[in-house]
Structures are given as C-alpha cells and as structure tokens.
T-cell receptor, first 112, second 112 residues
Framework: DAGITQSPRYKITETGRQVTLMCHQT?????MFWYRQDLGHGLRLIYY???????DKGEVPDGYVVSRSKTENFPLTLESATRSQTSVYFC???????????FGQGTRLTVV | QKEVEQNSGPLSVPEGAIASLNCTYS??????FFWYRQYSGKSPELIMF????GDKEDGRFTAQLNKASQYVSLLIRDSQPSDSATYLC????????????FGTGTRLLVSP
C-alpha cells in the first residue's frame, strides 16, 4: 500500500544521546519534509529535501541532521538530544507542486 | 513577523453555519496556498489548495485569495460537528524550490 510511515511512534531518550527518526514513503514524491509541532508554535520546518542528495535547512535546523540517499527515505537524526527537542515530529512528502501531500503518523519524542 | 499568521481561536460556530478562517502571509511572491485539517492527536491532512491566479470551491469548502491584502480564507459552508478540528494554513513562498511554511492553526468548534 502506498503511504508514508514514521518509526518509532513513541520514543523516550536521555539528554545527550543520539536518536534517529525514520521516514519512508511509497508515493515516489520528490519532496520530503521534517516538521516539529509544539504547542503555541504550530508546525515548524526543520529540514526539507527536493530529491535524493538534495537537502536544505528550514526554520529550526540546529541540533538536527538529515540525509536522503534514496528517494523513499528521509531519516532525521538528533545528534545530541536536548530537553528542548521534546516534541511531536512529523514527516511529510509532496509532489512538486504540493498539491498531493501526505503526513506520517508522527513520532512523539520525549527527552529526559 | 512570522511568514504565515493565523488567529489561534477557538472559532465557535453552530451546526449549519458558515465558518470563515483566515491567514495572512508575508511573502508577496508566494504562489500557492494550502489548507490542512488536523484532528486532535492526528497528523495534518490536505483539504484544499489554490494558486495565486484564483479561488477554488470543492464541495462545502471554498478557498479565496486576496493578493493585495496578502491573506487567504477558507469558508466552510453547512458546518458539521465533524468539522471541529484545527485548520492549518500553509504557503509555498518560493516559485522554484518548494518549502511549505505553516501558520500556527485556528481551532474550529462546531456545536450541534
């Protein structure tokens, strides 16, 4: 089935640890995005990618790293997790015009 | 100034009424505009999009653009309790490299 899946759905990690959130889409969309959603801030763009091996920073990229070696995968890594990175993370994929867009189920990350 | 701004609400309307949601955007060169709906605890889903060249109607939903004043509206006719959700406005501020920027969302409550 076509779709976009994130893993894990829930994650608790300790401050200073590295953690990777996975995102996989089967739509063959060229664009993929990572957002974090926090109360009062809405969806804030962390990183986005227009195609394999093309990524760029969004509004809040500090402390995050992304890669996109394959079109269907767009992992997000927190290099050294901090409490301020406690959030719900959403991955999304869209076609070039954004007229077809899907979000993953979200990953609720808690940094303790 | 945030790139996309929305009133957080809640906007309360009775069942059957017209709900009017607005967002303003700062980048005058924005070409495409999107409305997403997000139920509590769920991921956003795309409900409508319009381009800078015109308005759009889809069933009970109408999206309108006022380029001179830089705001986008979403009208929901015959509002239903199932329409109760947070509505997120998103703007693609670039004509080439796509980067969806979201507002913080407006919470809509439709009472029976």
């Amino acid at each position: 089935d076509a779709g976009i899946t994130q893993s894990p759905r829930y994650k608790i990690t300790e401050t200073g640890r590295q953690v990777t959130l996975m995102c996989h889409q089967t739509w063959s969309h060229s664009y993929m995005f990572w957002y974090r959603q926090d109360l009062g801030h809405g969806l804030r763009l962390i990183y986005y990618s227009a195609a394999a091996d093309i990524t760029d920073k969004g509004e809040v990229p500090d402390g995050y790293v992304v890669s996109r070696s394959k079109t269907e995968n767009f992992p997000l890594t927190l290099e050294s997790a901090t409490r301020s990175q406690t959030s719900v993370y959403f991955c999304a994929s869209t076609n070039r015009g954004g007229t077809e867009a899907f979000f993953g189920q979200g990953t609720r990350l808690t940094v303790v | 100034q945030k790139e996309v701004e929305q009133n957080s609400g809640p906007l309360s309307v009775p069942e059957g009424a017209i709900a009017s949601l607005n967002c303003t955007y700062s980048d005058r060169g924005s070409q495409s505009f999107f409305w997403y709906r997000q139920y509590s605890g769920k991921s956003p889903e795309l409900i409508m999009f319009i381009y800078s060249n015109g308005d759009k109607e889809d069933g009970r939903f109408t999206a309108q653009l006022n380029k001179a004043s830089q705001y986008v509206s979403l009208l929901i006719r015959d509002s239903q309790p199932s329409d109760s959700a947070t509505y997120l406005c998103a703007v693609n501020p670039f004509t080439g490299f796509q980067k969806l920027v979201f507002g913080t969302g407006t919470r809509l409550l439709v009472s029976p």
